[in-house]
Structure formats: C-alpha cells, structure tokens
C-alpha cells in the first residue's frame, strides 16, 4: 500500500511569499493529484500529472516520478490561498482507488 | 452548471438510527465515490461504482452500504453498526476512471450523538 507523506502539516506565511508544500509517496504512480480544500470543507482538483511540470495562474505543480516526490509552488501567495493543499495517488492507470496525504494547512497572513 | 451536489450539509442523527446522504452529479461520469474523513486523516474510500447496478468496498467498508440504481445517482447509508460514524463525508466523481481528475461534492458533517 502506498504511504504518502506531506510537509509541511503546517504552514504560516506572509502575503506575497513563496510557498512551497512537498509529497513523498513511496510505490510507484500512474499519476498525482493536488486538491484544495477550504475551510468550508468542499474539494477542489488543481492538477493532475504524471510527470514533468503544470503551471496554472500562480500555482505551479512539478513531479520526480525517479525520487517519488512532488511539490506544489505558489507565487505571489494571497490571503485567498489559506486552505488544506491535499496530495493524493493514483498507483495505475485504470484503477480507481487514490491514496492521499492527510493535507498542509496554509495560512497566508495579510 | 455541471457539479456534484450533496444533501444536507449538515445532519445530527442519535445513535442507533441508519442515516443516509444524497449525492447526485450532473456530469455525466461513470464512476462515483464516497469518501470519509476525520480530523488529521487523509481522506479514506468508504465504496465506490464504476457503473450502474455495481459498487466496489473500498478501504472501510463495514457499517455502510450504498445503491447506484442510476448513473446521476449514488447514496450512502450510514448503518447502526457504524461504530463511530461522526465524520465528514464526501462524494466525488470521475468520467474515464483512473485517467481523469475527481470532482468532489460539498460534504456532509454527519453528527451522531
């Protein structure tokens, strides 16, 4: 079963910083996902991939399928962004289970 | 607009009662999950349908059942025998299972007490 591990759980930062959120995962992928989650609890997908680099807006995802590592980057971080950011996998293509990390609390201070 | 919706948002049921959440999407997707979560807990597949008239258990199955009667369609009971069933449960769903994104309902905040 694959582990999947965030950091950092969490994160408090000033607006307009760089902000970086990790996951390891330690099986093999077909793919990534990132979510977000606000406070009032509804999920929303960012990006899925498998490999390589998506960039959408502010928000860029890079995937190390070699180092089973990814990282979620936002620029020009705004209080807007505070939420739960949620990695999850997928370990093959065609199967319908994802495992996820239990998520990094962002804070972005005004 | 095309989404997931789920009904109520919020539910208070006392224990012993069998509980069940709506979860209805209008994206035309084969397949739908349903998921729980706890505080500090990533989310855990509850069961999930990849068409209608079939369910899969997924990692904690026991205390719940549900039905996919029509492909719009996918509710979850939330049994007395759910031993602890207070949790945030989500729905979500997925149009070429496992190569598309999930779309994930609102929630509900079940309570029981």
């Known amino acids: 079963k694959n582990e999947v591990e965030q950091s950092p759980q969490n994160l408090t930062a000033q607006e307009g910083e760089f902000i970086t959120i990790n996951c390891s995962y330690s099986v093999g992928i077909s793919a990534l996902h990132w979510l977000q989650q606000h406070p009032g609890g509804g999920i929303v997908s960012l990006f899925m991939l498998s490999s390589g680099k998506k960039k959408h807006g502010r928000l860029i995802a890079t995937i190390n399928i070699q180092e089973k590592h990814s990282s979620l980057h936002i620029t020009a971080s705004h209080p807007r962004d505070s939420a739960v950011y949620i990695c999850a996998v997928r370990e093959r293509l065609g199967n319908e289970k994802l495992t996820f990390g239990t998520g990094t609390r962002l804070t972005i201070i005004p | 607009d095309g989404g997931i919706t789920q009904s109520p948002k919020y539910l208070f049921r006392k224990e012993g009662q069998n509980v069940t959440l709506s979860c209805e999407q209008n994206l035309n997707h084969d397949a739908m999950y349903w998921y729980r979560q706890d505080p500090g807990q990533g989310l855990r597949l509850i069961y999930y349908?990849?068409?209608?008239?079939?369910?899969q258990k997924g990692d904690i199955a026991e205390g719940y059942s549900v039905s996919r009667e029509k492909k719009e369609s996918f509710p979850l009971t939330v049994t007395s025998a759910q031993k602890n069933p207070t949790a945030f449960y989500l729905c979500?769903?997925?149009?070429?299972?496992?190569?598309?994104?999930?779309?994930f309902g609102p929630g509900t905040r079940l309570t029981v007490t």
């Open positions: 979500a769903s997925t149009g070429l299972a496992g190569v598309s994104e999930q779309y």
């Open positions: 349908s990849q068409i209608v008239n079939d369910f």
